[in-house]
Each structure stands twice: as C-alpha cells, then as structure tokens.
C-alpha cells in the first residue's frame, strides 16, 4: 500500500522524501515497481476494466477510487 501510494504521488514529492515519511527504503520501492505483477493483480486489473467498461456503457458516474 506504502508503495502505491508513492507512485500515484510521484510528481507532487520526490521519492526520497516519500520514502523517508513512510519509513520504506528507495531500494525496495524501485525493486517493488519493477516487479513483475501478481496472477490476482493482473486479475484485478482486468476485473477494474470491465466494471470501468459496463458503468461507462450504463452511464453511472463512478468515484475516483472506482474509476482510477
């Protein structure tokens, strides 16, 4: 959760400082972004993109959580 918090705020912080305040070294955040994906990330993914799919066709606007 620490790490994907750092991504999605990489360009508001620099990693370094991000880093830091959570207490995660930059070594294992960079080893955790180059990582290759999980079967149930990769799975989840997919699921995100056909539900994003089906509330776009059905016109429901979805919160920025849903639709990330």
């Known amino acids: 959760m620490k790490y994907a918090w750092i991504k999605q705020h990489q360009g508001e912080f620099t990693v370094l400082s991000m880093c830091r305040f959570l207490q995660v070294s930059q070594s ?5 972004l180059h990582r290759i994906p999980s079967f149930r990330e990769r799975e989840d993914e997919q699921l995100s993109d056909i ?5 776009k066709k059905a016109g429901i606007h979805t919160a920025p959580a849903v639709s990330k």
Not at 28 to 32: E, G, K, Q
Not at 51 to 55: A, D, E
């Open 28 to 32: 294992a955040y960079y080893d955790w």
């Open 51 to 55: 539900l994003k799919k089906y509330l």
